[in-house]
T-cell receptor, first 109, second 117 residues
Framework: GENVEQHPSTLSVQEGDSAVIKCTYS??????FPWYKQELGKRPQLIID?????GEKKDQRIAVTLNKTAKHFSLHITETQPEDSAVYFC????????FGSGTRLSIRP | DAGVIQSPRHEVTEMGQEVTLRCKPI?????LFWYRQTMMRGLELLIY????????DSGMPEDRFSAKMPNASFSTLKIQPSEPRDSAVYFC???????????????FGPGTRLTVL
């Protein structure tokens, strides 16, 4: 069935360094790839998304890349700050959306 | 717009009792999703509706779970009878679909934290 795998499950980086989270998807028909950030005790919120006709998208310190051939997509956060600490979910959608298992990102001061 | 509204925010009940969770999507959105989130299983899609019609309920864990959407502004998720393993945070989300059939951002409600004793 459709599946989205996300790695790593936990990630700790020094403040100011970069963080990278990677996802793979199984359904080659997937055409929309959102990333959600969930702070402790709160709801998931969209931080960036990319569609299958685009290879890369950037919004300030956040960027997402998509490799349709390999069925990989990644989230890059540069110059990390304490407020980036949260759980991040990738997702892929065709007729329905499938979420990855999440990455708990911790920023060390 | 107030965003997606869910009620109650917290529910504590005893095993065997019926639980009803409620959701009001963002006005104009034609997709509504119900999710369950636990530490063990992460964020799971239970069911989603398009124009009030259930499209995919393959994520509904068992017959004890049912969901309805009687109109464009209201949906319920019911668990009867509830069991301790149903304890989780249940999120409702809504979205609109872009022209051409492409998906758009899902907006999540604040969630209902359910505890079944």
């Amino acid at each position: 069935g459709e599946n989205v795998e996300q790695h790593p499950s936990t990630l700790s980086v020094q403040e100011g360094d970069s963080a990278v989270i990677k996802c793979t998807y199984s359904d080659s028909a997937s055409n929309y790839f959102p990333w959600y950030k969930q702070e402790l005790g709160k709801r998931p919120q969209l931080i960036i998304d990319i569609r299958s006709n685009v290879g890369e998208k950037k919004d300030q310190r956040i960027a997402v890349t998509l490799n349709k051939t390999a069925k990989h997509f990644s989230l890059h956060i540069t110059e990390t700050q304490p407020e980036d600490s949260a759980v991040y979910f990738c997702a892929a959608s065709t007729s329905k959306i499938i979420f990855g298992s999440g990455t708990r990102l911790s920023i060390r001061p | 717009d107030a965003g997606v509204i869910q009620s109650p925010r917290h529910e504590v009940t005893e095993m065997g009792q019926e639980v009803t969770l409620r959701c009001k999507p963002i006005s104009g959105h034609d997709y509504l999703f119900w999710y369950r989130q636990t530490m063990m299983r992460g964020l799971e899609l239970l069911i989603y509706f398009n124009n009030n019609v259930p499209i995919d309920d393959s994520g509904m864990p068992e017959d004890r779970f049912s969901a309805k959407m009687p109109n464009a502004s209201f949906s319920t998720l019911k668990i009867q009878p509830s069991e301790p393993r149903d304890s989780a945070v249940y999120f409702c989300a809504s979205s609109g679909r872009l022209a051409g059939g492409s998906y758009n951002e899902q907006f999540f409600g604040p969630g209902t934290r359910l505890t079944v004793l």
